[in-house]
């Protein structure tokens, strides 16, 4: 895939853009203030659509800097191929007080990754062992 196709839906809308030529996400930009109460979520326009070709996805990630410098947490999101609408970015305050995401402000971060499309084959139990097991959350321990 050498080129996105995004389509600025208003007059407010940013294109997507790294930072660095070699980032691997495209900064999305808030087309709105947007205002959010303490421990609620809201989503935050960003005035663009993409067209995706088959076999990729494009998922909104946290940018770090909003995540280490602030109360509000960027929640990952897919955009299917075959969406062509809007992308908001799904947020939540965290803080005890009101959170503001001024217009124009970087929010998070589009990154374009492959897709698998596996058949779904249902088995009544796995070939092999593994030293994992069933062992899950927290099973290797903090250190």
Known sequence: MEKLNVMLLNEKAKV??????TDSGLDLYATERIEIEPHSS??????????????VEAQVRPKSGIT?????????????????????VMVDNIYPFKAV????????????????????NVVDSFEGETDRGENGFGSTGLD
């Not at 809201?42 to 076999?55: H, S, W």
């Not at 280490?68 to 809007?86: I, N």
């Open 16 to 21: 997507p853009n790294r930072a660095n030529p």
């Open 42 to 55: 809201a989503i935050v326009p960003t005035g663009i659509a993409i067209d995706l070709p088959l076999g």
């Open 68 to 88: 280490s410098k602030t109360g509000v947490r960027v929640q990952l999101g897919t955009v299917d191929q075959a969406y062509r609408g809007e992308i908001g």
């Open 101 to 120: 995401i001024e217009k124009g402000k970087k929010i998070a971060q589009l990154v374009i990754v492959p897709v698998l499309y596996p058949a779904v």
